[in-house]
């Protein structure tokens, strides 16, 4: 059985790889054998295929996204890839290294070092960021707005604009 937790990772099985190699096929064929027609209503049905329940909730978590207009990313974590740099954690969190760093240092995301280097385990950085996603709604315009005059504020009172 693959393990689904709530960051939506699955850590497929034999079994699981190989129901997966098998929906793909049908899905491929699919493609293969619809017609293209170019405009909006280019879909492609697929009748019957047989998907992990794992998969199916992360392809329902994505759908539920994409249907309230939210963006989505899929990140594959490679065989071994159990740890990354704090560069690529930081673009997977869509934040700058050094307010990822902070978050490291304050306890918020596990990591261990290599050296000098901080490595940050996948699992725990996934984990953040749907506690993140979750925990707090999306700003509006507004206060998008207001942030960024804010900041525009904060730099002229300390000599930084342009």
Same mark, same amino acid.
């Given at each position: 059985m693959a393990v689904a937790d709530p960051t939506g990772v699955i850590v497929p099985t034999a079994q699981i790889t190989e129901a997966a190699k !098998? $929906? !793909?096929e049908v899905v491929a064929r $699919?493609? !293969?054998?619809a017609p293209e027609q170019g405009d909006a209503s280019d879909t492609v049905r697929i009748e019957l295929v047989e998907l992990s329940r794992p998969l199916v909730h992360l392809l329902m978590r994505i759908l539920d996204d994409l249907s309230e207009g939210h963006a989505v990313a899929v990140h594959?974590? $490679?065989d071994g890839e159990e740890e990354v740099s704090t560069s690529k954690a930081a673009r997977i969190l869509g934040m700058s290294r050094p307010t990822l760093i902070d978050l490291l240092e304050k306890g918020e995301i596990p990591y261990r070092m290599v050296g000098t280097h901080r490595r940050v385990p996948v699992l725990d950085l996934l984990t953040y960021k749907v506690r993140m996603q979750r925990g707090r709604p999306?700003?509006?315009r507004a206060e998008k707005l207001r942030a960024l005059e804010e900041m525009a504020d904060y730099t002229d009172r300390l000599g930084l604009g342009y």
């Open positions: !098998r $929906a !793909r $699919a493609v !293969r054998q594959t974590i $490679a999306a700003p509006s």
